[in-house]
């Protein structure tokens, strides 16, 4: 059985330059999504939203592998960010953020799919928010993007350099801040963490 790989599939999209930003045309892509608000250092909500997104991904897969023959690889973990006042991020009142943590899944999983890994999740661990959890489709379209490599604390600089490329080239920002995680903050040391800064524009 050959295993899919939609990260190298979708490599502009997953695996940028740190060198220099980019615009990429993101196409529309079915993910398991969680929303929340809060600090996301210690935050049960948030650990709690990982918890879920990743059971219900590892659910879907071993189902679609054992019922329809199809392996792939489980997609690295996303988030969106915003806040009301956008100058909570500048002061770091990371207690009004707000964020949506999400996982991107094959094109040829279906909602039917989902419900039933969702019924299979819950009789086995039932994590505290598999009834947040939802699946639908993201249409995020045009936008800037860059690797940044380093602490997540350590971002401004890079979000900086992301934005004035975009204005430079006579872009509006528009959406929400992305950022793609493609470490593990538990194995990785904080200056070699590896996330994908991506910003839609317009």
């Given at each position: 059985?050959?295993?899919?790989?939609?990260?190298?599939?979708?490599?502009?999209?997953?695996?940028?330059?740190?060198?220099?930003?980019?615009?990429?045309?993101?196409?529309?892509?079915?993910?398991?999504?969680?929303?929340?608000?809060?600090?996301?250092?210690?935050?049960?909500?948030?650990?709690?939203?990982?918890?879920?997104?990743?059971?219900?991904?590892?659910?879907?897969?071993?189902?679609?592998?054992?019922?329809?023959?199809?392996?792939?690889?489980?997609?690295?973990?996303?988030?969106?960010?915003?806040?009301?006042?956008?100058?909570?991020?500048?002061?770091?009142?990371?207690?009004?953020?707000?964020?949506?943590?999400?996982?991107?899944?094959?094109?040829?999983?279906?909602a039917e799919q989902v419900a039933a890994a969702r019924a299979e999740l819950e009789?086995?661990?039932?994590?505290?928010?598999?009834?947040?959890?939802?699946?639908?489709?993201?249409?995020?379209?045009?936008?800037?993007?860059?690797?940044?490599?380093?602490?997540?604390?350590?971002?401004?600089?890079?979000?900086?350099?992301?934005?004035?490329?975009?204005?430079?080239?006579?872009?509006?920002?528009?959406?929400?801040?992305?950022?793609?995680?493609?470490?593990?903050?538990?194995?990785?040391?904080?200056?070699?963490?590896?996330?994908?800064?991506?910003?839609?524009?317009?």
């Amino acid at each position: 059985m050959s295993k899919l790989d939609p990260k190298k599939e979708l490599k502009h999209l997953y695996s940028p330059s740190a060198k220099e930003v980019v615009f990429v045309d993101v196409p529309p892509m079915s993910f398991l999504m969680v929303d929340g608000q809060g600090d996301p250092n210690g935050s049960q909500a948030f650990q709690e939203a990982i918890e879920a997104l990743y059971g219900m991904s590892y659910t879907l897969k071993f189902m679609l592998k054992k019922s329809e023959k199809r392996d792939y690889a489980v997609m690295p973990l996303e988030g969106l960010w915003w806040a009301d006042d956008l100058s909570d991020f500048a002061k770091g009142n990371k207690d009004r953020w707000k964020w949506t943590l999400m996982i991107a899944q094959p094109d040829f999983v279906a909602a039917e799919q989902v419900a039933a890994a969702r019924a299979e999740l819950e009789r086995k661990k039932n994590p505290p928010a598999l009834s947040r959890l939802r699946f639908e489709r993201f249409e995020e379209g045009r936008a800037a993007q860059i690797l940044h490599v380093g602490p997540y604390s350590a971002e401004g600089a890079t979000i900086e350099r992301m934005q004035r490329f975009a204005a430079e080239n006579g872009c509006a920002l528009a959406g929400k801040h992305h950022e793609i995680y493609l470490s593990d903050p538990r194995r990785t040391a904080p200056e070699k963490l590896k996330t994908v800064l991506r910003q839609p524009i317009r």
